[in-house]
């Protein structure tokens, strides 16, 4: 059986704890546009989500209020986004500094530069370079808590009960 076609990303949602502060800090730190009419309302009238258009993402980025959803995925990296060479990320970690945002400092990774920025709930938006760094696999960063480079093999099985003492 074919696979079906379909036309990409309509939209990535995410969870937030307060939708004025986060649709704030996507407008201020990636130029987001805020959509007002496309605002999602319960029939009482209440804001439950925005949706945003941010430069560079391909379809659309809703906002969701949803506080226990946004507390458990608290540092969990949700996007990547693509800049081309270290000196682009050298403008973006001059533009965060500029806005006082919060963020890794650059990162050696698996293949190029990396800078994570955390948004207003921990949900960690990472600046990864196209353009490879060069060096060697012995100078990535992974013990940096920053990388997420994944649960090592010995703590992987951490769901097993103990051992009964019968």
Do not use: Q
């Amino acid at each position: 059986m074919n696979t079906p076609c379909h036309d990409g990303i309509h939209h990535i949602k995410l969870p937030v704890t307060d939708l004025e502060r986060s649709t704030e800090w996507y407008t201020t730190v990636l130029g987001a546009r805020r959509l007002t009419r496309l605002d999602h309302r319960r029939p009482d009238g209440t804001l439950f989500a925005v949706i945003l258009d941010i430069p560079g993402i391909t379809g659309r980025v809703e906002l969701r209020l949803d506080p226990a959803t946004a507390k458990s995925v608290s540092g969990h990296d949700f996007l990547t986004l693509a800049v081309a060479d270290r000196s682009t990320m050298d403008s973006w970690v001059t533009r965060l500094d500029s806005l006082g945002v919060h963020h890794s400092p650059l990162i050696v990774a698996l293949v190029g530069w990396l800078l994570v920025v955390p948004d207003p709930d921990d949900l960690r938006l990472r600046f990864y370079t196209t353009e490879p760094h060069g060096l060697a696999a012995s100078a990535v960063e992974f013990d940096s808590p920053w990388l997420g480079a994944g649960v090592t093999p010995n703590m992987a099985d951490t769901t097993s009960c103990p051992p009964s003492a019968g």
